[in-house]
């Protein structure tokens, strides 16, 4: 008989597995291939869309769906189609976009329809998000829709919606999102800015239940996660193992059993080779 744990290896990808200027290494990528090749279950879980997420990762050879957007989505890198989807209910979108206003706050908002991610917005003054949003359309070739109002496009494929800001702007919206019936959101620092990401999501959608999917419907019998940053906590809790990288934020390593090296270093390819 068997006896060995069917185990699934994921590691968020910011700060984690990418280094500094957001690529995989050459290192990283060959451990990793190498231990997949071996019969090892490897993915990755992240705040990207799959619009930037599978370019990035296009040289590992992942051999399970990876969760985008915070666990929106479940996604299936090699068929290249989404396995499922969370939406945000359509009186929960309402209010969201009722107190972006208020706020006097710019969002980008996402739908998935037909099986295409499209973002939606109403203007970009600020310069990082500009940079962010000319990337994406040039790079990727994201479909970007500028609109009126927010309203006129909040639906049942609403998704996600995203600011980047400084904390002290972000934090009383998030404060009042966290009142909504329906909907969640991530709230944590940029890897490469210094500015606080929110993004907003249903309240069925997080990393940790992300996890709780694909351990429950491949019948994984254990989870190994690697993380850095606020929003890989959630899939901490739904982990046997958890693994901080050496330049996680506190809280990150205080909830780790194991602290590999940074990501300046191949640490989760490392950390593989060590014990596994």
């Known amino acids: 008989m068997n006896n060995i744990a069917k185990t699934l290896y ?12 957001a690529q995989v290494t050459v290192l990283s990528a060959d451990i990793i291939n190498s231990a997949i090749n071996g019969g090892a279950y490897f993915t990755f879980a992240t ?25 929106v989505s479940i996604y299936d890198l090699k068929a290249r189609k989404y396995i499922k989807n969370e939406y945000i209910p359509i009186s929960a979108s309402a209010v969201i ?18 099986g295409v991610l499209t973002c939606y917005y109403t203007q970009i003054s600020d310069r990082v998000m500009r940079s962010f949003a000319e990337v994406r359309k040039n790079r990727y070739k994201k479909p970007f829709v500028q609109c009126g109002d927010l309203t ?6 609403t998704v996600y919606f ?17 009142g909504i019936e329906g909907a969640d959101c ?8 210094g500015k606080w990401y929110l993004e907003i999501f249903s309240d069925k959608a997080s990393k940790k239940n992300g996890v709780e999917f694909l ?30 990288v050496a330049n996680a934020r506190a ?26």
């Open 47 to 71: 705040a990207r869309s799959v619009y930037s997420a599978q370019p990035i990762t296009s040289q590992l050879s992942i051999n399970v769906p990876c969760i985008l957007m915070n666990g």
């Open 186 to 193: 991530a709230f944590y620092e940029d890897t490469y800015t």
């Open 251 to 276: 809280e990150v390593k205080a909830a780790a059993d194991y602290i590999a090296l940074s990501n300046t270093e191949d640490g989760v390819a490392k950390w593989l080779i060590e014990n596994t």
């Open 152 to 157: 006129d496009e909040a639906d049942g494929e």
């Open 10 to 21: 994921i590691s968020d990808l910011d700060g984690t597995l990418l280094t500094p200027d």
């Open 215 to 244: 351990r429950r419907e491949y019948g994984f019998d254990r989870v190994i996660c690697f993380g850095d940053n606020l929003n890989d906590l959630p899939m901490f809790a739904q982990s046997d193992i958890k693994v901080a």
């Open 162 to 178: 995203t600011l980047m800001e400084k904390h002290d702007r972000l934090l009383p919206l998030k404060n009042a999102i966290d």
């Open 97 to 114: 976009i009722d107190l972006l206003k208020e706020h006097g706050l710019e969002a980008f908002m996402y739908k998935i329809c037909g």
